[in-house]
């Protein structure tokens, strides 16, 4: 089986809020347990569902209230006793933490009212989140919990035109609804092609998915060819 070539898999999407007691009952045997049951290609673990909030201790974002140690780490280190590769489950756009503390940052419609999706609030394509949060945390896991890659949930299928000052700033609007529809795709593309470069930079060997993207919620061919 090539590098690249992972068919089947153990996928984990919690969306961890601060009313769970999170890590009590994770350990290796169990785990284990799922892999020999399994037996899959890959395991994916959650570090970061819509409400933005961390189901690990990360030095960098918002960690759950209710940790009880590292779970992450352990679902890491049994990943690589068994040479499984380990991805994240992330959530981007969808940030419910950060739109709270960066209300300045979110989506806004046509009425000022903040957009939505899952329950959360969508985070806009023109603030400084990517940067601020989202990269440190993926580099993070990239260095200190060595995962192989990221699937980035909550992100092409949250987009909606958005009519906050940060994106009229950046589009020049006011704009029509049809040319707002293809600044707002434009602006997307430029958002994944920018964190997929910098992390591989940062991690060249650090895998970068987003979920539906390219497929039948984008339905395009990518900008550029994959190995």
């Given at each position: 089986m090539g590098k690249h070539e992972r068919f089947w898999g153990l996928h984990f999407d919690f969306h961890a809020e601060d009313k769970e007691e999170i890590g009590i009952r994770t350990n290796p045997e169990d785990i284990e347990a799922y892999i020999r049951a399994a037996r899959p290609t890959f395991l994916q673990c959650d570090t970061k569902g819509h409400p933005g909030i961390s189901s690990y201790p990360t030095k960098v974002g918002r960690p759950a209230a209710h940790l009880h140690g590292d779970n992450l780490k352990i679902w890491c280190e049994t990943a690589r006793k068994h040479g499984l590769p380990i991805y994240a489950h992330y959530s981007s756009l969808l940030d419910g933490a950060y739109a709270k503390t960066h209300p300045e940052e979110v989506c806004l419609d046509e009425s000022g009212t903040p957009q939505k999706s899952a329950g959360q609030e969508i985070i806009s394509l023109f603030g400084s989140y990517v940067d601020n949060l989202m990269l440190p945390q993926l580099k993070e896991l990239a260095s200190d919990y060595g995962m192989t890659g990221v699937w980035i949930?909550?992100?092409?299928?949250?987009?909606?035109?958005?009519?906050?000052?940060?994106?009229?700033?950046?589009l020049h609007g006011p704009l029509t609804r049809e040319e707002h529809n293809r600044r707002m795709r434009e602006a997307y593309?430029?958002?994944?092609?920018?964190?997929?470069?910098?992390?591989?930079?940062?991690?060249?060997?650090f895998q970068v998915l987003s979920n539906w993207a390219y497929s039948s919620?984008?339905?395009e061919r990518p900008e550029v060819d994959l190995p």
């Open positions: 949930d909550g992100d092409c299928w949250a987009v909606r035109r958005d009519c906050s000052p940060l994106a009229m700033a950046a593309v430029a958002y994944l092609r920018h964190v997929t470069e910098e992390m591989q930079t940062y991690a060249p060997d919620y984008q339905p």
